[in-house]
């Protein structure tokens, strides 16, 4: 066979191995599919050295055994693929032996003699090949192993999933088709005609199995890696692209210009290089931009990025407070990104109320088909259910979304109850992949959160409209019930209190849970699990403050803002708070010094509000700045007051923005970029809380440079009790 056949062949081979290997090291069907890529390039290699190396017959005579030994290798390692993708098997502890030990043997075998007989050199320098005692039973096995990877995959193909029938139709033809074809090229041919020049063209067979494996994984989607080949081929096309503008500009400027003066004296092609350098690193941009649409437009029409999807769909669940509105929306984001004929919402609120809303003349499904899909998830508790993938003993529920044309649903759980569905439609072309589940799994979060948002915000609507109208009903009736009217103020400030400590009570035990895990108390923890519950708890702190601050606020309100002044050792409090946040800060790569002096007085001072303040700044320093950076928290005694500092080098706070910056719920422009979830209301109290001790902010900022947040207690005032005051807003 041609050279550059077998090299591409064996290249082709080589990077779907490593593609494959690389998405899922540690997936058992990725490491076998690696192996059977390196078999395949082990054969192809071997069988060339057999067939033209006559220098030192020993090496050939290697390479023969390696060749049988590897060419058994192939369809092993594929039957063994067969056993973990798409489905795992568990073959019995017979089967499994069987198959161990005939393997063992033919391997063994293959280094001898007695199946891959003995090369030798003839007289005209052509090489003569002998047949081996065994090669009948290595034929048996070949052919055994075969058929085993047939009625594997013959008993996938049988699932009702399409796109897996598609897979592993072509997947079935790679084997069948290039073990049968090898065989045949490599073996009964030679037999029969007792010639082994035939075992020259043996490496058609891997060509066959390579090609139809990579058509396979571009077209129909197998792996999910098509996006990795595409881009793989794009880069390709680019390279090949720009070296053939290289030497085409080359060879013509060479002749051109750079040729011999006829003096024996030839000019220097060094600026020619150069400035070919200089041409390519300009254009290869625009030459990668161009391969990437080409492919896009060929492979991958319906390409998206996860994480711009999620941006985008986040945004437009902010944008109303309106349930059936956020929900109409959400579906028309989804169905245009996923390019989906319908996606529609069934949320459930009330006692027995449900809302529908999607995308236009969407389907509805009725109430007692609800309760199949309820019995259904309840029971199997699946994060996506997909149409094609139901068996025979759950038709009603396939023949109910099928009638519906629907491809696939997404339960949306909430507190362990299902809240509704997100039913999905089919695709304008091709099938559900990987990436497109893995994208619907990250939105169902911001989904089930946006719906609970919405759905408070329309039970607080509901309940201001009924106290509105008792309000409006009872100052009819009785204008001189001033009491019942402060008694209906109180209970509201008693459900604000109430309901910040309910919820406090959950995040505390949350917080505690996930310390426990941390600290090594239930087993083990891998890294990935550390980082993700680090991040957990880090948002579960920061619920525990923002519920606080949400609580302040609403005492400065009904003013019962109240500074309990009790003796405090503040360089104690602020190192306590520093060793706190270093965790947090420590998933951001980011490191928090501290210094105070030796000694310090007692100050008369909320501890509880004061440590609040000060563990503001410090969040606000850690999510403000760049990672990898140094915060510096420092206390010191300046002209009679107690400083404390807390010093950044993060975004800093324009100059137009810093008048209204402890102002309640101002937040500046590029605090809202970068971190959208913000309230605006912790400068806010903490300007409160130290003005309440008689204190006054300490700021200091540059936009891009940094900034410096503290405050400046009096100590001579503050080092005696003080009376019990009180701030009203």
Not at 46 to 53: A, C, D, R, V
Not at 356 to 379: C, M, N, P
Not at 570 to 591: D, F, N, P, W, Y
């Amino acid at each position: 066979m041609d050279l550059f056949v077998l090299i591409t062949t064996c290249a082709i081979n080589l990077l779907l191995g490593l593609v494959i290997l690389l998405r899922d090291a540690r997936q058992r069907y990725a490491q076998l599919f690696g192996l059977m890529s390196l078999c395949i390039t082990l054969w192809i290699v071997t069988n060339f050295i057999t067939n033209h190396y006559t220098t030192n017959l020993i090496i050939t005579n290697m390479a023969n055994m390696l060749a049988f030994a590897s060419g058994y290798g192939i369809v092993f390692s594929g039957l063994l693929f067969t056993y973990r993708f798409p489905v795992v098997r568990h073959p019995g502890v017979i089967e499994k032996s069987l198959i161990l030990i005939l393997s063992l043997t033919v391997v063994g075998l293959s280094f001898t003699d007695l199946v891959s007989g003995v090369v030798t050199l003839k007289s005209d320098g052509t090489l003569a090949f002998s047949t081996g005692e065994f090669l009948w039973f290595y034929i048996v096995c070949f052919l055994a192993t075969v058929v085993l990877i047939t009625r594997n995959l013959l008993g996938v193909s049988r699932s009702q999933n399409p796109l897996k029938r598609h897979q592993m139709f072509f997947v079935l033809f790679a084997f069948i088709t290039s073990s049968l074809l090898g065989l045949i090229l490599n073996i009964v041919i030679p037999l029969i005609a007792s010639d082994w020049q035939a075992t020259r063209f043996g490496p058609l067979a891997t060509v066959v199995l390579v090609v139809t494996l990579a058509y396979t994984i571009i077209r129909h989607g197998l792996f999910d890696i098509r996006f990795a080949v595409v881009r793989t081929l794009a880069y390709l096309f680019s390279l090949l692209t720009l070296a053939g503008i290289y030497y085409g500009i080359a060879y013509v400027a060479s002749g051109l210009l750079f040729s011999d003066r006829g003096d024996g004296y030839v000019i220097n092609q060094g600026p020619l290089n150069i400035t070919l350098a200089l041409l390519l690193a300009f254009i290869f941009q625009p030459v990668k931009t161009f391969f990437d649409k080409l492919t896009n437009k060929i492979f991958y029409r319906s390409n998206f990025t996860i994480g711009d999807f999620v941006v985008r769909l986040s945004k437009k669940l902010t944008m109303s407070n309106d349930l059936r509105t956020l929900l109409h929306h959400a579906a028309l984001d989804i169905a245009d990104v996923l390019k989906i004929d319908q996606a529609f919402f069934i949320v459930r609120y009330g006692e027995g109320t449900s809302m529908s809303a999607g995308t236009r003349e969407h389907k509805h499904v009725s109430q007692s088909d609800e309760r199949t899909l309820d019995e259904y998830f309840y029971s199997n508790q699946e994060e996506i259910l997909l149409t094609d993938t139901l068996l025979s003993d759950e038709g009603s529920i396939k023949d109910t979304l099928n009638q519906h044309s629907i491809a696939a649903v997404l339960p949306l759980w909430y507190a362990g109850h299902l809240q509704g569905y997100l039913f999905l439609g089919e695709k304008h072309s091709g099938y559900y992949v990987n990436r497109d589940l893995k994208a619907l799994r990250t939105i169902r979060d911001e989904l089930i959160i946006a719906i609970q948002n919405s759905l408070s915000v329309q039970e607080v609507r509901e309940i201001n409209a009924t106290l509105q109208q008792r309000i409006k009903d009872a100052t009819k009736k009785l204008r001189q019930s001033n009491n019942q009217l402060q008694r209906l103020d109180a209970a509201k400030d008693e459900f604000v209190s109430m309901a910040s400590h309910q919820l406090r009570t959950p995040l505390t035990s949350v917080k505690g849970y996930i310390s426990m895990v941390l600290e090594g108390d239930v087993g083990k923890i891998t890294d990935e699990q550390r980082q993700l519950l680090e991040e957990a708890f880090t948002s579960s702190e920061r619920m525990v403050h923002l519920i606080g601050d949400f609580l302040n606020v609403s005492r400065l309100q009904t003013g019962k803002f109240i500074i309990d002044a009790h003796p405090v050792d503040l360089a104690k409090v602020a190192k306590q708070e520093v060793e706190s946040i270093r965790q947090i800060a420590a998933t951001h790569g980011m490191t928090v010094t501290y210094s105070s002096p030796s000694r310090f007085p007692e100050l008369y001072i909320d501890e509880n509000k004061i440590r609040q303040v000060i563990m503001n700044f410090m969040d606000n320093a850690i999510y403000y700045s760049p990672d990898s950076q140094e915060i510096k928290v420092m206390l010191s005694i300046e002209e009679g007051d107690a400083v404390l500092r807390v010093i950044d080098k993060g975004m800093g706070v324009p100059e137009d923005a810093q008048k209204k910056l402890f102002t309640k719920f101002f937040r500046a422009e590029n605090a809202r970029r970068q971190r959208p979830d913000g309230t605006g209301i912790g400068l806010y109290l903490a300007h409160k809380v130290i003005d309440g001790h008689g204190g006054r902010l300490v700021f200091e900022s540059k936009e891009g440079e940094g900034s410096t947040f503290g405050f400046r207690l009096p100590i001579k005032k503050l080092s005696t009790p003080l009376p019990l005051q009180q701030e009203t807003a």
